[in-house]
Structures are given as structure tokens and as C-alpha cells.
């Protein structure tokens, strides 16, 4: 009996990220940043502070959901970079025991040989499920892949 053919794994280095939650999120920033300069030169009767406000308002909004659309996960020969919302890590693939994404879990979790779990929000199924689930799969082969390599060299 032969095994099931193997789906290819990517080649090195690709980027797992959420697109159409980033498109979304970048339409959703330049359409309310453009909306409030708009209120606040549309309106007469504001003062400069206040037109300053509205304009402001809109850039700290915006600069939230651009901070929102940052997630990615990056898988290279040497391992695997995690950037979150507001953190980085870099993991060697020996590092990366499981690649767990279950139903309801809003993004992938990365178990970790030192007992811990990292969340790796560049791989999420909020607005795109099929595609989590084929970028989960594909982070799980290269590691499994590259976490063996990295286990026989030691």
C-alpha cells in the first residue's frame, strides 16, 4: 500500500498573513480618515482646534487599524518569525514542537518546546476559514519538516 501523496510544501521564506482581514482594515482606515477630514472642512462653523480634532481623530483611528492589520507569520530556512500586534519573536524551528489551529480559535497557537503556547495571529480564520486551514497546514508540514532537520543535525 503507498501512502497518500504528499501536498508540496512551500518554498522558503513565505509570509502567512490574514489579506482580506488587511484589506478590509485598510479600507475601513482610509475611508474613515477621508470621511472625518472631510466632516471637518465641510463644516463652517468649526474652529481650527476643533477641525485639528476631527483630523487627528481620524489619524489615531486609522494608525489602530493599520496597527490591527500587522500579524504575519514569516516561515524561513532558519526558522519562523511571529509578528503580532505589538510584538516580534523569532523561533528556530526546534522551537516549534505543534502548530495547533482548532475550531473556534481565532488564530493559529504555535506550542513551544519550553512548555509555553504563542499565538501566531498572522494565521487566522475570521474572514477567510479555507485559507487558514491551508496556511495552518502548511506552517505544521514545515515544521514538521524543518523541526526534524533540526533535531538529526543536533
Same mark, same amino acid.
Given at each position: 500500500?503507498?501512502?497518500?501523496?504528499?501536498?508540496?510544501?512551500?518554498? *522558503?521564506?513565505?509570509?502567512?498573513?490574514?489579506?482580506?482581514?488587511?484589506?478590509?482594515?485598510?479600507?475601513?482606515?482610509?475611508?474613515?480618515?477621508?470621511?472625518?477630514?472631510?466632516?471637518?472642512?465641510?463644516?463652517?462653523?468649526?474652529?481650527?482646534?476643533?477641525?485639528?480634532?476631527?483630523?487627528?481623530?481620524?489619524?489615531?483611528?486609522?494608525? &489602530? *487599524?493599520?496597527?490591527?492589520?500587522?500579524?504575519?507569520?514569516?516561515?524561513?530556512?532558519?526558522? &519562523?518569525?511571529?509578528?503580532?500586534?505589538?510584538?516580534?519573536?523569532?523561533?528556530?524551528?526546534?522551537?516549534? &514542537?505543534? &502548530?495547533?489551529?482548532?475550531?473556534?480559535?481565532?488564530?493559529?497557537?504555535?506550542?513551544?518546546?519550553?512548555?509555553?503556547? *504563542?499565538?501566531?495571529?498572522?494565521?487566522?480564520?475570521?474572514?477567510?476559514?479555507?485559507?487558514?486551514?491551508?496556511?495552518?497546514?502548511?506552517?505544521?508540514?514545515?515544521?514538521?519538516?524543518?523541526?526534524?532537520?533540526?533535531?538529526?543535525?543536533?
Amino acid at each position: 500500500m503507498s501512502a497518500a501523496p504528499q501536498p508540496s510544501l512551500p518554498s *522558503l521564506p513565505v509570509t502567512f498573513r490574514p489579506t482580506r482581514t488587511r484589506i478590509v482594515l485598510y479600507t475601513v482606515a482610509i475611508a474613515q480618515f477621508v470621511a472625518l477630514a472631510a466632516i471637518a472642512l465641510a463644516l463652517p462653523k468649526l474652529s481650527g482646534g476643533e477641525r485639528f480634532s476631527f483630523v487627528a481623530t481620524g489619524m489615531l483611528v486609522g494608525a &489602530v *487599524l493599520l496597527l490591527l492589520s500587522r500579524p504575519k507569520v514569516v516561515a524561513r530556512q532558519e526558522g &519562523v518569525t511571529v509578528v503580532n500586534l505589538t510584538t516580534k519573536r523569532e523561533l528556530a524551528w526546534a522551537q516549534v &514542537v505543534r &502548530v495547533n489551529l482548532r475550531l473556534g480559535d481565532p488564530w493559529v497557537h504555535l506550542d513551544l518546546a519550553d512548555g509555553t503556547s *504563542l499565538p501566531a495571529m498572522g494565521i487566522q480564520p475570521g474572514i477567510a476559514r479555507d485559507q487558514a486551514i491551508r496556511d495552518a497546514r502548511a506552517l505544521r508540514d514545515l515544521t514538521e519538516k524543518h523541526g526534524a532537520l533540526d533535531h538529526t543535525a543536533g
